[in-house]
């Protein structure tokens, strides 16, 4: 019975990298992958529950009796064509993020940002003494 | 066209959005925006009237039967919700020119103004649906409008927080697409109502189990409810202000809404409260971010960061009512939405208009803006009043309900924790009072001019709201009420 | 599997981005042996192919090389695992894969398979849910995609300057001269290719296809173009302004169907009322809302590869235009 599931399994493990990939690594790049890797995943897990045994590609023809379930296939073409939009999206956000902040490392990032953040203080603190 | 209206509320910014593309000169696309969004707005009113009278309007979209089609289902709940999401984005839209003049280069208004429509759009869509799968792709045009105009933000920081949402809206929309797909796989059905009748059946499996899980949870990372709320302080930072004022009043609320939905309706009361602890959970959870947040705001030098967290801890007090399950419980949430709108979106837009005199919202920025902007800041003041809940003005109504709910309930505790609450948000509105009124400016040579009528009259029309709503509770009382009954009622 | 490891594994993005493609590839032939056939090829053309392609050009500005450093990998394996834990417990109680009596082939799906040839009449059962049945969920994915579209305009595009515009073209002249037989053979692709495009919009009826591979094709073709002819070259062939403008017009087209369905008396999307024979209507329907989908797919990969291309090439110069105040 378990065999049953195992293709469900992979498809856990496969979501799960992707998740740990975008959870885990600080390049914001391979924080998009991870999520493409993800959402992949997501397809896979629904177009897999689409399968029936011994059914066919869902376009009618004469003499076939069994079609796989079309709802998930059309469920699925719309979500890619998300996945590739958010995708696109956060790409251009990474090159203006590499150009604003000439890295595209996490940690340096929000460094850099900790970094600022205690100069404004200071500065402020400065202008309240003069004031 | 009045069967019509459904459609047409999503339909018409829809469709005004590429429109905008076209015409190509700012000052006429902020018109036509203008012009969609008020219409949106009295589509609104039309269908919450027709709702209130006729009960649950159901459109079939392309004419196809329900569980085939995709329908649109309009109840008590989703009527208030648009009229509230539709009304803030006209009024926002307003004042919505001068901003962005100071705030966004030249020859990106106008993509500001098709994303805005297109935000307005997605939100819509996601509130008027009655179909699970079209939530996501809704969510979608939301969140992904969302992210391009934060990032729309005059300072690089604004960038990092675009995509630090981007990362977690995504994951967050992809586990509602897991939640989705199980639920889908269990009932074989993807319509609302459809599903509420056939996951009973269900209901025992694991599977289900699981699917809810994933719903909730995602829907929590959309919400920013607390401990999943860490990007949006930032994001309500470093967006531009007129985008800070649409989001802060708006997106959460549809997020809310969500969560709403799926528990009480699709999953109904008796398996989201029975079967799962989860009022307990929410309920602690809820006072927590209450008390983190309202600390953390306490602490924040720049004003916008201090309001960010404020709404972190304003969802904090909607998930309590939420997590009651009653009906005063939940009319106390669904009072919240609407006056949590009313005074963000009053509160933001008073410091988009001291962006646009000041050029910055820190704290030492609003040193004696109360004698050189004396509107402005009675707006914020007004507005911080009913965050706090003074009588008076709304947010003292819905705090009153939430705590008939919790004293009905028998839990004092609770609601002498929730006025210990409301006392944290008096030191943070007091800080601002106190450094807008009583410092001296930094430099006295800087004459600094009261903000232009078209920030101060949609800033004074919410501030009205405030007010008027505060005395005259007949209206958003007994829509809340009404919706909360409805929802108990078991059906859709 | 193996793919998926490798890549959490590898730290030159070059090759995580490869992996990624093949990753896309992998996943469409398994959608074909699935049974999927009109998801694989869609996503053969996005995973493998235009989400590869984007991840390259943007690899190209922002250098290959990841940092070492992998901070909080424990809470994140301790949030993996309880979410996959979580998947894992809710697969006890699944229909088991390929059982035909699971709940979703017996409730809503059997009416798409054994009706939808007389409602709709369109033999592609995927093509029919999508383009009537669900014809607003499609509505709503070129929605996204449009907005996709102006996000990554609003984000990137550059005021353009007419002398760069020279420098630029020399140098591209100058590098594209060793390239002669490559150049010659695309020219000779790039018609079919656009052929194959159009055969792909119309044959969606009936075999896999539809507006959106459709539009992908055609804007692979035109990218094609871009990388062995240079930027400003392409740019002088399709103007910006107006692919904005065909991207509008998909939008537009699709919904004005819906429009005009509601004038004629039927609801959002009822192409039956569009003529006067139901079938008939259905057919006009879908074919022009398949186009609506093509142009506006189409356009707006284009434009997105433009201005990912076009940021890229102001670094080649060394201008990085310095909007960003360094606040």
Known sequence: MLIDLFNHWIVITLMMCGLYMVIAHGNLIKKLVGLAVFQTSVFIFYISMAKVDGGTAPILADGIVHYSNPLPHVLILTAIVVGIATTALGLSLVVRIKEAYGSIEEEEIQQQDIQHQKNNAHTKVKLEEEA | ?492 | MVVAFAIIRMKDLFAVVMLLGIYGLLSASFFVAMDAVDVAFTEAAVGAGISTLLMLVVIAITGRKEKANRHKPLPALLIVLITGGLLVYGTLDMPHFGAADAPIHNHVAPRYIDDSMAEVGVPNIVTSVLASYRAFDTFGEVVVIFTAGIGVLTLLSVARRKEDDEEATAINDSMHEQHLVIRIVAKILIPFILLFALYVQFHGDFGPGGGFQAGVIFAAAIILYTMLFGLNTARKVINQTFIQLIAAIGVLLYGSVGIVSLMNGGNFFDYNVLASDPIAGQHLGILLIEWGVGCTVASIMIVIFFNFAGRRELYQHNQVPQNQEPS
């Open chain 2, 1 to 492: 066209m009045i069967a019509h209206l459904p459609i047409l509320q999503v339909i018409l910014p829809l469709m005004a959005a590429p429109l905008c593309l076209m015409l190509k000169r700012p000052q006429l696309v902020w018109v036509f925006a203008l012009i969609a969004s008020g219409l949106a707005f009295v589509v609104s009113v039309l269908l919450l009237q027709q709702v209130m009278t006729t009960g649950v309007i159901s459109y079939e979209l392309g004419g196809w039967q329900a569980p085939w089609g995709i329908e649109y289902r309009i109840d008590k709940l989703n009527a208030f919700l648009l009229l509230i999401i539709s009304g803030i984005s006209t009024i926002v839209l307003v004042a919505a020119q001068t901003s962005i003049e100071k705030e966004i280069p030249k020859d990106k208004h106008v993509y500001f103004y098709v994303l805005y429509l297109l935000s307005l759009t997605g939100m819509l869509g996601i509130v008027a649906t009655g179909d699970a799968f079209n939530v996501f792709v809704f969510l979608e045009v939301s969140s992904l409008s969302a992210y391009a105009l934060i990032a729309m933000g005059q300072k690089r920081q604004a960038l990092w927080a675009s995509y630090q949402y981007l990362i977690m809206g995504t994951i967050g929309a992809t586990f509602i697409l897991i939640g989705i797909g199980l639920m889908y796989q269990m009932t074989g059905t993807l319509n609302m109502y459809d599903l509420s009748q056939r996951l009973p059946e269900v209901a025992q499996t694991r599977t289900v189990f699981a699917a809810f899980a994933f719903v909730v949870v995602g829907v929590c990372l959309k919400l920013a409810m607390f401990p999943l709320h860490l990007w949006l302080p930032n994001a309500y930072t470093y967006a531009p202000s007129i985008v800070t004022a649409f989001f802060a009043a708006t997106a959460t609320k549809v997020a809310v809404y969500l969560l709403i939905r799926f528990t009480f309706s699709v999953f109904g009361v008796s398996f989201s409260f029975t079967t799962i602890p989860l009022e307990t959970l929410f309920m602690a959870l809820g006072l927590v971010g209450i008390f983190v947040a309202s600390t953390s705001a306490i602490f924040q030098s720049n004003v916008k960061r201090l309001f960010a967290f404020s709404s972190i801890a304003q969802i904090g007090y909607m998930i309590v009512g939420f997590s009651l399950t009653t009906v005063t419980g939940l009319t106390a949430t669904l009072l919240h939405l609407f006056n949590h709108a009313l005074m963000k979106g009053a509160i933001f837009l008073a410091l988009a208009a001291v962006i646009y005199r000041v050029g910055s919202v820190e704290l030492t920025n609003l040193r004696g803006l109360g004698r050189q902007m004396p509107l402005t800041m009675a707006a914020i003041v007004i507005g911080g009043l009913s965050l706090i809940g003074v009588p008076l003005t709304v947010g003292f109504v819905s705090k009153w309900y939430l705590l008939i709910a919790l004293i009905e309930e028998g839990l004092w505790p609770v609601a002498v924790l929730i006025l210990l609450g409301s006392m944290l948000a008096v030191v943070y509105v007091w800080r601002i009072v106190e450094v807008a009124y009583f410092k001296e400016p930094l430099d006295k040579n800087v004459i600094v001019k009261e903000a232009p009528l078209s920030f101060l009259i949609p800033i004074w029309a919410l501030v009205i709201a405030n007010i008027y709503f505060g005395i005259d509770t007949r209206l958003s009382v007994q829509v809340a009420e009404a919706a909360a009954q409805s929802l108990f009622g078991g059906a859709l």
